[in-house]
Structures are given as structure tokens and as C-alpha cells.
Antibody
Framework: EVQLVESGGGLVKPGGSLRLSCAAS????????MNWVRQAPGKGLEWVSS????????YYADSVKGRFTISRDNAKNSLYLQMNSLRAEDTAVYYC??????????WGQGTLVTVSS | DIQMTQSPSSLSASVGDRVTITCRAS??????LGWYQQKPGKAPKRLIY???SLQSGVPSRFSGSGSGTEFTLTISSLQPEDFATYYC????????FGGGTKVEIK
């Protein structure tokens, strides 16, 4: 069974940093591209970043480019999102999601990031 | 960047109704589109990929169609468990979600 478990969310002040993790199991992690998607409270879904299976290709939404860094450790079956210079508008539930047929298929349960003073 | 315009933003329907949701892409995206269902407090669930391919385990009352810039998700006979919010997602260039359609009980 595919499982994705996010962690690392919490309350952080504007301008602060946070690192999210996503632990994967139930599939060959090193064979799949992965994504981060977020959802602000009461709002729609917003794609944040994607990384290919070997980390050769990395993409970011314009709203986070230069502030967020996606990475992965295939030996640890883990996906990460380093978030710097956080803003109030980054407040959201952050989901990690596996790619299947080039778009997310399995999703984690999400971790809440709140940026507030 | 590719923009996805989804309509309507909400609709009210009864059990047994046929429901249609549309997504329009700002430029051609071939069939690089999926549809998702999300219930409150839950992660999204993929229903359709490649515009018209049904995800394994998803009931056959869900169907997708379209190519290029116009796409449609159809629920042939709405069931109580289908009341949720639906999103389209293009993956032709990066990823972009539509704004969502909330399907409510009439």
C-alpha cells in the first residue's frame, strides 16, 4: 500500500524558515517524480514544486521560486521542502504527492504551516 | 504560464442528476489533464488522468473528455458520496489547478 506521511509543519513567524518532510513507503520511491501541493485555508489547490526521480529536473511555482527548495533522498525514501523567507500567504496545508502518468496520483494527509507573528 | 478556468465555481444538484464541469486552458495542452475530487479535511483523490482515462477503483459514472483547450468531467448519476469539490489539473507545462467546483446538495 502506498503511504506518504508529511511532517514538519507548525507555527512560524514571517521571515522565518521551516523544513517539511515526506516519508514514502509501499512503492519504489526512487522510480517516481514527486510533488508538493498546498491549500490555503478555505481556498483551492496550488502546485508548489516538483522533482524528478533522480533530482535531475526541478520546477517551482513563481510564488515560491527563490524562497523554497525541493529535494529528495532516495536512500531514505524521503522528500523535503525547505521553506525560507516565509510570508503570511504561505499559510496552508502542504501535501506531498507521487506522480503517476505525469500527474499526482497518491497524496499524503498534509501538514499545516501557519505563518503569523 | 498556462491558466485553467473552471466552471461553474459551484452548483446545486440532486441525487440522480447528471452533472457536468468544464475546464478551459489558456493554450493547448493536448490531453495533459486530470480531475480530482476533494472532501472536507481530506487529501484530493484522482478520478481521471490523460483527460479521459478512469483511475482504477473509481466508479464508471465518472467520465472525462476533451483535448486541446476544452475539457469536461461528467458524473452521469450523482450519488450522495459525490458531494465534494472537484478540480482539474493540467500538467503540460508545470502544473496548474483550476479554481474548483463545489457540488452541493439541492
Amino acid at each position: 500500500e502506498v503511504q506518504l506521511v508529511e511532517s514538519g509543519g507548525g507555527l512560524v513567524k514571517p521571515g522565518g524558515s521551516l523544513r517539511l518532510s515526506c516519508a514514502a513507503s509501499g512503492f519504489t520511491f526512487s522510480s517516481y517524480s514527486m510533488n508538493w501541493v498546498r491549500q490555503a485555508p478555505g481556498k483551492g489547490l496550488e502546485w508548489v514544486s516538483s522533482i524528478s526521480s533522480s533530482s535531475s529536473y526541478i520546477y517551482y511555482a513563481d510564488s515560491v521560486k527563490g524562497r523554497f527548495t525541493i529535494s529528495r533522498d532516495n536512500a531514505k525514501n524521503s522528500l523535503y521542502l525547505q521553506m525560507n523567507s516565509l510570508r503570511a500567504e504561505d499559510t496552508a496545508v502542504y501535501y506531498c504527492a507521487r506522480d503517476g502518468y505525469q500527474l499526482p496520483d497518491y497524496w499524503g494527509q498534509g501538514t499545516l504551516v501557519t505563518v503569523s507573528s | 504560464d498556462i491558466q485553467m478556468t473552471q466552471s461553474p465555481s459551484s452548483l446545486s444538484a440532486s441525487v440522480g442528476d447528471r452533472v457536468t464541469i468544464t475546464c478551459r486552458a489558456s493554450q493547448g495542452i493536448r490531453n495533459d489533464l486530470g480531475w480530482y475530487q476533494q472532501k472536507p479535511g481530506k487529501a484530493p483523490k484522482r478520478l481521471i488522468y490523460a483527460a479521459s482515462s478512469l483511475q482504477s477503483g473509481v466508479p464508471s459514472r465518472f467520465s472525462g473528455s476533451g483535448s486541446g483547450t476544452e475539457f469536461t468531467l461528467t458524473i452521469s448519476s450523482l450519488q450522495p458520496e459525490d458531494f465534494a469539490t472537484y478540480y482539474c489539473l493540467q500538467h503540460n507545462r508545470k502544473l496548474t489547478f483550476g479554481g474548483g467546483t463545489k457540488v452541493e446538495i439541492k
